[in-house]
């Protein structure tokens, strides 16, 4: 039972709760980020079967594939990020108000340790960010077409329809819906953690041959990581798994995790 944290950069991990994990992605390039005397705290994803090099397209991707192929073991398994983490808090607006009042009580916002997902697996399948509304108004498919290629999005339907035609309903049914999870963000056991992973690069590694990147910027270079953030509903709708939502908190040290200096910075932007 493991949490990996995916991180691009040195992280200082201080703060987090028992069964985290760093997990480098493009190591290679990224390594010399890391301290020499601090890198034995970080596993790679350039070792063993990995598609490393493929970082700047796949972003966290890379870790979750290298987490698949390499893993030993049956444990439970999720990822995520150096800056994004699951709070002990479920997604609901009782949630939201335990997480405050828990905060200006006793300090830091309270982490998710793994022995906590691992509890909540109990009765739930997989555990997974809150469920966010698309802004706007708008639909999966239309924020997609916003915000990147909308040819990217149609060809991954077209690769559904002819390699996994029993998810089509499924992936129609959250394109045209006004919610999903966000930040390939999750934990669940090793036997569905396989499942997904298996699926899901199934159909990147068939998009990534269709899809022409060469003239599109750094930031839409990561094609490939958002496709799979809508992807994920996709297969948790289809395979009718129990979800259990955790509202996620963002943190880089102990500071942002105090609810004190969030409403003190908040007060702060308003006056200005």
């Not at 890379?62 to 002990?88: A, D, Q, S």
């Not at 040819?151 to 992936?171: C, E, M, S, T, W």
Request: hydrophobic fraction near 35%; include cysteine; glycine fraction near 6%.
């Amino acid at each position: 039972m493991v949490m990996y944290v995916i991180t691009h950069k040195r992280v200082a991990g201080s703060f987090w709760p028992a069964g985290y994990q760093r997990l480098l992605v493009g190591a290679s390039q990224n390594i010399t980020a890391i301290p020499q005397e601090e890198r034995k705290n970080y596993l790679r994803d350039d070792t063993g079967e990995n598609i490393a090099t493929r970082n700047a397209q796949y972003s966290e991707l890379t870790g979750l594939y290298w987490l698949w192929k390499n893993l030993p073991g049956t444990e439970n398994v999720g990822i995520t990020h150096y800056r994004r983490h699951f709070t002990v808090q479920p997604d609901s607006l009782k949630g939201k108000i335990n997480e405050y009042t828990d905060g200006l009580i006793h300090g830091p916002v309270r982490l998710a340790s793994a022995q906590f997902m691992d509890n909540l697996l109990a009765d739930s399948d997989v555990v997974v960010t809150n469920n966010q509304v698309v802004p706007g108004g708008m639909t999966v498919a239309e924020e997609y077409a916003q915000a990147h290629n909308a040819q990217d999005l149609q060809v991954v339907h077209g690769i559904i329809q002819r390699r996994f035609p029993d998810y089509k309903k499924a992936f129609e049914s959250v394109m045209t819906g006004t919610r999903y999870h966000h930040y390939n963000m999750l934990y669940t056991r090793r036997s569905l953690f396989n499942a997904y992973c298996e699926w899901l690069f199934n159909i990147l590694f068939e998009a990534e041959r269709d899809i022409d990147i060469s003239n599109y910027d750094s930031y839409q270079q990561r094609v490939f990581g958002f496709l799979s953030e809508r992807l994920m509903d996709v297969w948790l709708r289809h395979n009718h798994l129990r979800v259990k939502e955790l509202r996620v908190v963002k943190a880089e040290n102990e500071d942002d995790l105090s609810i004190r200096n969030r409403l003190h910075q908040r007060f702060i932007k308003k006056q200005s």
